[in-house]
């Protein structure tokens, strides 16, 4: 007898309050614990279960975070990626816009400091293309506030074959699924193969 096909399907999320607290909360957790959590959840799945086809889905920080693990992990065998951004400098300089503050190069000095990770270092945009020619698919939605639909494309433009994009009109952030959950559903499942 053997054993079913195990699929490691892992959902990565982020809640911070604030544009500061925020940014650097972002920052902390994409360069501390949200990378090295996500690589020994495939590190587990692939030691328990020997052959297991692992696929990532990951929500705005958690999208790019999945992004920058399959691309440097070949046991990922497909990314659906809900909102992630490019570069998390064109994310906190958006909403920085209007503040007059080097807040920007003000938050990148501090987690530079504090959690060994500049901007530079968390750039989705610079490693999608290792994923191909796995199945990326990236969703976005046309009115997000909080991470441009710009992102998206940009990304796209960048993966390569392999790589699907699903602009969802009139929606904000991650809210594909709510705008249509049936459908979100079907399509997600049939792209992750469960």
């Given at each position: 007898?053997?054993?079913?096909?195990?699929?490691?399907?892992?959902?990565?999320?982020?809640?911070?309050?604030g544009?500061?607290?925020?940014?650097l909360?972002?920052?902390?957790q994409?360069?501390?614990?949200?990378r090295p959590?996500?690589a020994a959840a495939?590190?587990?799945?692939?030691?328990?279960?020997p052959?297991?086809?692992?696929?990532?889905?990951g929500?705005?920080?958690?999208?790019a975070?999945?992004?920058l693990?399959?691309?440097?992990?070949?046991r990922?065998?497909?990314?659906?990626?809900?909102?992630?951004?490019?570069?998390?400098?064109?994310?906190?300089?958006?909403?920085?816009?209007?503040m007059?503050?080097?807040?920007v190069?003000?938050?990148?000095?501090?987690?530079?400091?504090?959690?060994g990770?500049?901007?530079?270092e968390?750039?989705?945009v610079d490693?999608v293309?290792?994923?191909a020619?796995?199945?990326?698919?990236?969703?976005?939605?046309t009115?997000?506030?909080?991470?441009?639909?710009?992102h998206?494309?940009r990304?796209?433009?960048?993966?390569?074959?392999g790589?699907?994009?699903?602009?969802?009109?009139?929606?904000?952030h991650?809210?594909?699924?709510?705008?249509?959950?049936?459908?979100?559903?079907?399509?997600?499942?049939?792209f992750?193969?469960?």
């Amino acid at each position: 007898m053997t054993d079913p096909v195990v699929r490691l399907v892992t959902a990565l999320g982020l809640a911070g309050g604030g544009l500061a607290v925020g940014a650097l909360a972002a920052a902390h957790q994409i360069s501390g614990p949200q990378r090295p959590d996500l690589a020994a959840a495939i590190d587990w799945a692939a030691e328990r279960r020997p052959g297991s086809r692992i696929s990532l889905l990951g929500f705005s920080m958690g999208a790019a975070t999945s992004i920058l693990v399959a691309a440097r992990d070949r046991r990922v065998e497909r990314v659906l990626a809900d909102s992630p951004f490019a570069g998390i400098h064109g994310v906190i300089a958006s909403a920085a816009r209007g503040m007059h503050l080097p807040l920007v190069a003000l938050v990148d000095l501090v987690t530079g400091l504090r959690y060994g990770c500049r901007f530079r270092e968390v750039q989705p945009v610079d490693v999608v293309a290792e994923i191909a020619p796995r199945p990326l698919l990236i969703i976005h939605g046309t009115q997000d506030h909080v991470i441009s639909v710009e992102h998206a494309h940009r990304l796209a433009d960048a993966a390569g074959d392999g790589c699907e994009l699903r602009i969802v009109d009139g929606v904000d952030h991650c809210g594909a699924y709510f705008a249509d959950r049936p459908g979100y559903i079907e399509r997600a499942a049939g792209f992750l193969g469960l």
